[in-house]
């Protein structure tokens, strides 16, 4: 049975919504008041003589069933254990002592079956605190932000994913060795890169890993100023970052694992983030010197005018890009209208799809005076639009297939007959709806005359010489 870990109210750390043993992300971890509580937790119980047994884990386990439960063990004064338990199903004697003598004669743990200890002496105080939450944590343990708890099993500092959607990405966790596998982790000797052990009295004050990136950070607001600080979260292959205004002068420096990975592409695509490689590169000396201008891109969408998709050369609106990025953009939105601008001018996601090329069906960028003026995709299907009441060509002979209007890859050309009217068209705009409906799906293809019910026209007059060969030979032979 999975144990699942939820906010607790009573100011601790809390981890929502996820099994016990499930590798656990920071973003999942909310700092209060400095401790783990797993909600369905498991303890050993006992009381009395029987509960100083050299092998625990031969006494009997109970169910704590109640939010924020966390396992108790209870000392006598002479140093034997007199007690163990869940902490809200603790006899009144036990109960007694842990409300008269915490930390000295009644200890808690937050992990499963962790209340394990035989004498006092396995407590140590420990830091407990998370950099998601507060920076402190890896900056100045010393800080009175940071909460000191009673551990058993030594204290720990492990790295924890940032969230499950940046795995890359770690956060500074300072806790309990006790808790190791309740942060999902089967070893913390350090050989996994990702947690680190120790015995002793607050030790867990170290800094993990030991290649973390150190870069400049500004000093006040107008960036004139800086210090040299670690990065607060940990990427392997992190670099140092100037962030700057739309107008090319920096606005703050940073690491780049600051920003999860889709705002940073998003940053760098934009010209606003610039990476640096090395310790400390991100210097004022060395900030980068953005020359600004302009570009013209073609402007249009298709729900609001045609050409944009089926002829963009008959587009004369145009916009001026300002941004640093000054690519001009064509793309096909969810609706299959076709939308032209600047690429910076577009929502976060519709950029970042452009700009990595991870949707490249659906859009292309350039980088020229109103280059974002030519059909797209390219091979675009074409149709016969057309009804023989307005046009009586369009029975037998339409002219001049158009550009469909709407892009979908599901697209095809249509022809039927709607009361001996002959309609053509895109299925888009022009879906069956009449007799001998027969869709295509290549360019120019619904040019068949449905009245005669002949094959196509281009192919009538060669149907017809064959039939009269056929003809001729058969009386040949008569």
């Given at each position: 049975?999975?144990?699942k870990?939820?906010?607790?109210i009573?100011g ?12 656990i992300d920071?973003s999942?971890?909310e700092?209060?008041?400095?401790q783990?509580?797993?909600n369905?937790?498991?303890c050993?119980t ?5 509960c100083?047994?050299a092998d625990?884990?031969?006494?009997p386990v ?5 939010f924020g439960a966390q396992?108790?063990t209870?000392?006598n ?7 163990r ?8 004697t036990?109960n007694?002592?842990?409300?008269s003598?915490?930390?000295?004669l009644?200890f808690?743990?937050v992990?499963?079956?962790c209340?394990?200890?035989l004498?006092?002496t396995?407590?140590v105080?420990c830091?407990q ?9 890896v ?10 708890v ?15 959607s940046?795995?890359e990405t770690?956060?500074?966790?300072r806790?309990c060795?006790?808790?190791?596998s309740?942060l999902?982790m089967?070893?913390?000797d350090?050989n ?6 120790c ?5 867990n ?18 960036c004139?100023?800086?210090?040299s600080q670690?990065c607060?979260?940990?990427r392997?292959?992190d ?6 205004t739309?107008?090319g ?6 690491c780049?694992?600051?920003f999860?990975?889709s705002t ?7 010209g606003?983030l610039?990476?640096?490689d090395?310790?400390?590169c ?6 980068p010197?953005?020359?600004?201008n ?6 249009c969408?298709s729900?609001q ?7 963009p050369?008959k587009?004369?609106?145009t916009?001026?890009c300002t941004d640093l ?8 939105t ?5 939308v032209r601008g600047?690429?910076?001018?577009q929502s976060q996601s519709d ?16 980088n ?17 639009v057309c ?7 369009c029975e ?6 158009t ?8 697209e095809?050309c249509t ?5 001996s009217?002959?309609i ?11 007799e ?5 799906d290549?360019s120019?293809?619904n ?5 005669n019910?002949s ?8 149907v017809?010489f064959a ?6 030979f058969?009386?040949l032979?008569?």
């Amino acid at each position: 049975m999975g144990y699942k870990i939820s906010f607790v109210i009573f100011g601790i750390i809390c981890l929502s919504g996820l099994a016990y043993g499930e590798v656990i992300d920071a973003s999942n971890i909310e700092q209060v008041n400095g401790q783990v509580v797993f909600n369905n937790v498991s303890c050993y119980t006992c009381e009395g003589p029987n509960c100083s047994v050299a092998d625990v884990t031969t006494l009997p386990v109970q169910q704590c069933d109640l939010f924020g439960a966390q396992c108790a063990t209870t000392f006598n004064v002479n140093g034997t254990v007199s007690a163990r338990g869940c902490s809200n199903l603790l006899s009144m004697t036990a109960n007694a002592t842990c409300i008269s003598a915490p930390g000295q004669l009644c200890f808690y743990c937050v992990s499963p079956l962790c209340n394990t200890a035989l004498n006092r002496t396995e407590f140590v105080e420990c830091y407990q605190c998370d950099s998601y939450s507060n920076s402190e944590c890896v900056w100045n343990t010393n800080d009175s932000s940071i909460s000191v708890v009673q551990c058993n099993q030594g204290c720990i500092v492990a790295l924890l994913p940032k969230s499950s959607s940046d795995n890359e990405t770690y956060e500074t966790y300072r806790g309990c060795g006790s808790e190791v596998s309740a942060l999902g982790m089967t070893s913390c000797d350090g050989n996994n890169g990702s947690c680190w052990s120790c015995n002793g009295t607050k030790c867990n004050d170290f800094n993990e890993p030991s290649d973390r990136l150190v870069c400049n950070f500004c000093a006040n607001a107008d960036c004139n100023e800086t210090f040299s600080q670690d990065c607060l979260s940990y990427r392997a292959d992190d670099k140092c970052a100037y962030v700057l205004t739309v107008n090319g002068t920096i606005s703050y420096l940073a690491c780049a694992s600051n920003f999860p990975p889709s705002t940073l592409d998003y940053m760098k695509g934009l010209g606003i983030l610039v990476e640096c490689d090395g310790v400390n590169c991100n210097t004022l000396t060395n900030a980068p010197h953005l020359q600004l201008n302009t570009s013209t891109c073609v402007s249009c969408s298709s729900d609001q005018n045609e050409f944009c998709a089926t002829d963009p050369s008959k587009i004369t609106t145009t916009v001026e890009c300002t941004d640093l990025n000054k690519l001009c953009v064509t793309r096909i939105t969810s609706e299959g209208h076709t939308v032209r601008g600047c690429l910076a001018d577009q929502s976060q996601s519709d950029f970042l799809d452009c700009y990595t090329g991870s949707n490249s069906t659906y859009c292309s960028t350039c980088n020229a005076t109103s280059c974002n003026n030519e059909i797209f995709p390219a091979d675009r299907l074409s149709c016969y639009v057309c009804n023989s009441n307005d046009d009586q060509a369009c029975e037998s002979s339409p002219a001049n297939a158009t550009v469909c209007p709407i892009y979908s890859p599901e697209e095809t050309c249509t022809q039927y007959l709607l009361n001996s009217t002959t309609i053509r068209g895109c299925s888009s705009q022009f879906p069956c709806a009449g007799e001998k409906c027969s869709p295509c799906d290549t360019s120019a293809c619904n040019d068949k005359d449905l009245n005669n019910g002949s094959a196509t026209i281009q192919t009538t007059g060669a149907v017809l010489f064959a039939a009269l060969l056929v003809f001729v030979f058969q009386k040949l032979e008569l």
